[in-house]
């Protein structure tokens, strides 16, 4: 649910890896408990021609499709931006807002709308979305099988 | 009450004139037919179009804003779905940090690792 994702595309212009979590070094290592090594030597095994790149029934089946809500959770974060870039900040948080309550596994709706709420993305309404999502057992990183 | 609208159509800011009743964003058909993409087998409507059913008759979401006179119809879920189903990388631009514009169809016949990240 959080940054850094990656995608992959051929030279065809055709996505051959969807959205995943790809970390190019280990600084953050200790609060994801993710090693870059993984990622990055499958990575190294596409771009030099070692490993085809998955057929594409496989590469659907890891997509992660959106829902009608997910779909009203987009509209609204892009009204709410409208309006703040327009200088309407209350406005737009009623959006933020929604839009977060109709996502709330989407941390770049939830996130991404923080600064613009006037809330550090850094700070303690951070850390307790934070922890209510990893205490209910969701994990914070769903990096793709490879 | 009439008023001067703001729809926003996947982004694209159309300024129209409404008819707002209410909680209902009234629409006249040359309105409507000048906004949606012409669909065969889609006639034009007879009268007045309320906005939300408008929406809700496409299948499309809509974010409202009646203080603010503004709304926002997106992609159905089904459409975006079609479209990640594709596999075809969706083509944008964006600038550097030095202002000059990247695109991904610049890019064709090289292998391209799209990544995202945030500066918080």
Redo the contacts between chains.
Sequence with gaps: VNVPTTVWVDEAGRIVRPNDVGFGTDTFRHLTGIDSGRYLGVLQAWVRGDAPAPDADRIRARQALPTPADQQARAEFALGAWLYERGRAAAAARHFERAGELAPHDFTIRRGSMPMRGIDPMGPEFRAMFRAWTEAGRPYYRPLPD | MEATFTL?DE?R?VQVSARIVGARIELAPEVVTGLLAPAPDRPPPAGMVELGELASGLNR???L?L??R????????DA??RR??S???PDFALPDLGGRIHT??R????????????S?
């Design positions: 926003l982004g800011a979401p809509l974010a804003d203080d603010e503004v709304a926002y119809l997106g992609t159905p879920a975006r779905g990640l189903a596999l075809e990388a991904l169809a890019q064709r016949g090289k292998k391209v690792l799209l990544v995202a990240w945030a918080w």
